[in-house]
């Protein structure tokens, strides 16, 4: 007779998390690197990104609070992956939403948001997210019953990934972790798994990775880059910076290429930002002083939401 569990959700959303942590042994081979590195691979999330994370967070303390009730529609500023997955929770909780997104971040992303019922304003690339920010906050006042999430300082987003993400990564290693490497985007992620671990293990290093072509945290400057979902152009309300050890910054190319060499030797189709997180990773991995470390680098999406842009260009 076999034997048999139950084992039926609600709903999606309760698959949310406990994503694998994989090693990038023949990636770290390649490189000749002297640690081990770790690749937290959020695309395993239900609607495909990290964001589930925080998305689910934001919406479900907006619905607890007095702000909310059945006139309440959500307006939202993202650069795409925070914008579907809010979306994604908006069709199953009946919110109507309207994400405000860069023209320039990949059709993928408006088109899921479309899929799941919600509207997409765009607003100018050379405004960057900030712009989208702006235009957003501009509609929430413009209409009585919106609401914006704001989740560059909404304290649910980075609350999400300590009691997540940052778990994860300690129980997966058994402790024995060194460093975590993540992109800032709102400084969510990074900032709960940082706040979180340094009080488990003071000594575990925090790295932050920002596009060389708006190193707003290394140098205070912005300016337009490829590798989406990482720098917005300002600095985050919710980004602890003094939770952070080292920052360092990497070109849109070596984004682009590091993504597709997880794809062909790792079998991680993962997108730019996570090829970004995976070259910074690898810079310290190859260091003398790391040898025998455990390095854990954020892989936050998925490459299928990069079918139209630089990271599949020559291809097909």
């Known amino acids: 007779m076999l034997d048999h569990v139950t084992r039926i959700y609600d709903d999606i959303t309760q698959t949310i998390g406990n994503t694998p942590l994989v090693n990038l042994k023949r990636f770290a081979a390649d490189h000749q690197a002297c640690a081990n590195l770790l690749g937290k691979v959020e695309y395993f999330n239900p609607a495909g990104s990290i964001k589930d994370r925080p998305a689910m967070a934001m919406i479900d303390a907006l619905m607890a609070s007095d702000v909310f009730s059945d006139k309440t529609e959500i307006i939202e500023a993202t650069s795409g992956n925070n914008g579907v997955a809010c979306a994604w929770i908006c069709a199953m909780r009946d919110i109507p939403i309207t994400i405000v997104i860069p023209e320039h971040m990949s059709i993928e992303r408006r088109k899921l948001i479309q899929l799941y019922g919600g509207k997409v304003v765009t607003t100018p690339k050379h405004l960057g997210t900030k712009g989208a920010i702006d235009k957003a906050k501009e509609m929430v006042a413009q209409r009585p019953h919106a609401v914006m999430l704001d989740q560059f300082a909404n304290q649910a987003n980075p609350n999400m990934h300590a009691v997540s993400t940052a778990q994860e990564i300690w129980q997966d290693t058994g402790g024995n972790v060194d460093v975590v490497v993540a992109g800032v985007g709102t400084g969510g992620t990074i ?50 910076t003094k939770a952070l050890d080292r920052i360092l910054t990497i070109d849109d190319d070596l984004a682009i290429h590091t993504a597709r060499q997880l794809a062909k030797r790792e079998g991680l189709p993962v997108g730019i930002s996570s090829g970004a997180v995976a070259a910074a990773a690898l810079v310290l991995a190859k260091q003398p002083e790391y040898a025998g470390k455990n390095i854990v680098c954020i892989l936050a999406d998925n490459a299928e939401r990069y079918f139209s842009t630089e990271l599949f260009a020559d291809i097909g």
Request: proline letters at 6%; aromatic letters at 0%.
């Open 191 to 240: 900032t709960g798994i940082a706040e979180t671990l340094k009080r488990a293990n003071a000594d575990i290093e925090i790295v932050a990775v920002e596009p060389a072509s708006c190193p707003v945290l290394t140098e205070g400057r912005a300016g337009t880059h490829k590798i989406q979902g990482l720098s917005s152009g300002h600095v985050p309300d919710i980004l602890n």
